[in-house]
């Protein structure tokens, strides 16, 4: 589904993605973790197509196409879904309007039908209730006066409405309570089935009791330099991020 | 010789000593009527009965409808006025040429239900119009009202309006001026306001070639407090042009003003919003602010909010902004499948609806929320891409 070849990436003229290379197969969940400023947020962000970040190196296929020069919406309508690090709040745009205006625009893109208002309502429900949300948030702006839980949780939902063959999920798990927690890893393994696939970037190993990985991967500077089961994401907590470092130097 | 043709004469007169305002005057200086000028305007003395979509009779409102500044009856003669034609040349030539408008007298203590609404049709080229609103809103009485300016051609609508709000009235006042891209458009709107009374003036700016629209508030009674909300959106080479002056006479008065400008193209905005204190005026509270989206690289705005205060007894505070659209949110919205035009207009319709919000009239709001699609512009295809 997705393969990236050798990508080397960065911000400002400043390398932070030194040959990363990284397949995932239908139906697989892969986590990578690393230290701060080791590039988990330059992968999510140059994955999804946000401006500013140059590719100067590499390149990156989903499902035999080349993301890379898609525009950040293209590649939302091909299937790939960021769930961001900080969402950002967008006062005036009502959130149920943007959910059906996004979920149109990408059954457009599929050749679907547009969903009319009472099915796409029964969706939202049904989805809203997975992640705990309250129907009232829906009528307020984008993320507007959400808490840093709710956000998360709200992009949690827009995934799960949005239904992309690949989610991204970029620190979901930090600053997030134990029971925001398991919401989350709830919402993420009902999107799981043999044809979604996961990327979860993470800090720290707690989300991932709860949604369990197929495969995980240590990021450190701009490369993945150990790659392993579940079993490696215990291995990291216990021994922390300088034995990876002591390892590969 | 009756005391309206007096009146005529004299602001005619004065019109004469004024002349047309030039942008050497210090309240014109963003603004060049010469355009407006140069044409040989004529009145249409017979004009025809018109329909516009913009008719909100279905919607519950009292409508009184104008073309080409004329009434389906003639109004009656003008009892007072509150307008200053002796200092303001445009004031003056409506004065001289006034034809009708609204005569709304709400007695003391009467609320009336719905709202009531002012049409004016301009049609044709080379036609100007001199509406004259004059609405006296007694004591304790409650009213909303809802001017709407449309048409097609290129014609000059120059209108007035005089209200007066009696000790403790409230009054919703809404002007929209959707006139057509080629018209010309004056608007003056003079607010008198006594004890207690509470009075929203509401400006929205969308169509004309060349807009300037004038709100003037006096508060001239203990404890009156003023709110003006206003929206100027302008594409092509629109020129809006928005003076406003609150002028604080009395103490325990607040006002409140908050404009929005979205910009784009060629378009230019004005924003030039004076609120004056008077040394009577103790305790007084204000606030004032303006804040401008710019589309376009050629797009300008002057925003020009300025506080005269003349007691130390005060609270009051302005500012500005001028910005673009900005990154976050639109990636935010493409990441999610929106494409980038869809994604830009949703945050410039999401800028300007916080205006639209806040009325209170759903009919109207709902009218304002249709004009705001249409006229928020389609992204340039040159324009494509320089955010990726």
């Not at chain 1, 197509?49 to 499902?63: A, C, D, H, I, K």
């Not at chain 1, 409405?161 to 600053?175: C, F, N, W």
């Not at chain 2, 609103?133 to 809802?146: D, P």
């Not at chain 2, 976050?328 to 035009?341: A, H, M, N």
Request: charge should be negative.
């Amino acid at each position: 589904m997705l393969e990236i070849k050798n990508l080397h990436a960065g911000i400002d003229g400043k390398a932070i993605l030194n040959g990363l290379d990284l397949t995932i197969n239908p139906g697989e969940v892969h986590a990578i973790m690393g230290p701060n400023g080791s590039g988990k947020s330059t992968l999510a962000n140059v994955l999804a197509g946000r401006p500013r970040y140059e590719v100067t190196q590499g390149e990156v296929l989903f499902e035999g196409k080349n993301l890379l020069e898609l525009p950040a919406e293209e590649r939302a309508r091909e299937g790939v879904f960021l769930a961001m690090q900080y969402p950002v709040e967008i006062p005036g745009v009502n959130n149920i309007y943007f959910l059906k205006a996004a979920m149109n625009a990408i059954r457009k893109h599929r050749g679907e039908e547009e969903l009319d208002a009472i099915e796409f309502l029964q969706l939202v429900r049904e989805k809203m209730k997975v992640v705990e949300l309250d129907e009232a948030f829906m009528n307020r702006g984008v993320n507007e006066g959400f808490s840093g839980g709710e956000k998360k949780r709200n992009e949690i939902f827009q995934m799960a409405v949005l239904d992309p063959k690949l989610a991204i999920l970029d620190e979901t798990d930090s600053g997030l309570d134990i029971d925001a927690l398991r919401i989350v890893a709830t919402g993420v393994n009902n999107l799981r089935s043999e044809h979604h696939s996961v990327l979860v970037i993470t800090h720290y190993q707690r989300l991932l009791r709860y949604l369990v990985p197929d495969f995980v991967h240590v990021l450190a500077n701009g490369r993945i330099v150990k790659s392993g089961g579940k079993e490696l994401a215990e291995e990291l907590e216990q021994k922390g991020y300088d034995w990876i470092e002591e390892n590969v130097a | 010789m009756s005391a309206v043709t007096t009146l005529r004469e004299e602001a005619a007169e004065r019109f004469a000593t004024l002349g047309w305002p030039t942008p050497r005057i210090e309240e014109w200086r963003y603004t060049n009527l010469a355009p407006v000028q140069k044409v040989a305007w004529r009145v249409d003395e017979a004009p025809a009965a018109a329909d516009s979509p913009a008719s909100l009779v279905e919607k519950g409102a009292t409508e009184y409808v104008f073309v080409n500044g004329r009434g389906l009856k003639p109004a009656a003669p003008l009892e007072t006025t509150i307008a200053d034609w002796e200092r303001n040349a445009m004031v003056a030539l409506n004065t001289a040429n006034m034809q009708d408008g609204a005569r709304i007298e709400i007695p003391a203590g009467q609320i009336v239900d719905g709202f009531i609404h002012l049409l004016f049709i301009g049609k044709g080229d080379g036609i100007w119009s001199h509406p004259r609103n004059v609405i006296a809103v007694g004591a304790n009485a409650q009213v909303a009202i809802v001017e709407t300016y449309v048409g097609s051609g290129s014609y000059f609508t120059n209108a007035v309006t005089e209200i007066s709000a009696g000790e403790g009235a409230v009054v919703d006042h809404y002007r929209i001026e959707c006139e057509s891209l080629e018209a010309f458009h004056v608007g003056n709107v003079f607010i008198r306001q006594e004890r207690g009374a509470n009075v929203t003036s509401r400006s929205i700016a969308i169509g004309g070639a060349i807009v300037r629209n004038e709100t003037h508030v006096a508060l001239a009674g203990e404890g009156a407090s003023v709110t003006l909300d206003g929206l100027y959106t302008g594409t092509g080479t629109q020129h809006l042009d928005n003076r406003t002056v609150i002028d604080h006479i009395k103490p325990h008065c607040e006002s409140l003003e908050r404009y929005k400008g979205v910009l784009d193209q060629n378009a230019r905005g004005v924003f030039d919003g004076k609120v004056i204190v008077r040394p009577d005026a103790q305790k007084t509270l204000s606030r004032q602010e303006n804040r401008n989206l710019l589309l376009s690289e050629t797009a300008i705005v002057d925003s020009k909010p300025t506080l005269e205060i003349h007691n130390d007894d005060v609270k009051c505070n302005h500012g500005s902004t001028i910005g673009q659209i900005e990154q976050e949110p639109l990636f935010y919205l493409r990441s999610r499948g929106i494409g980038e035009d869809e994604a830009r207009n949703l945050l410039v319709y999401a800028f300007a609806a916080e205006v639209v919000d806040r009325m209170k009239i759903e009919p109207v709001r709902e009218q304002i929320r249709r004009a705001l699609f249409q006229a928020i512009p389609q992204r340039l295809p040159e324009r494509r891409g320089e955010a990726r």
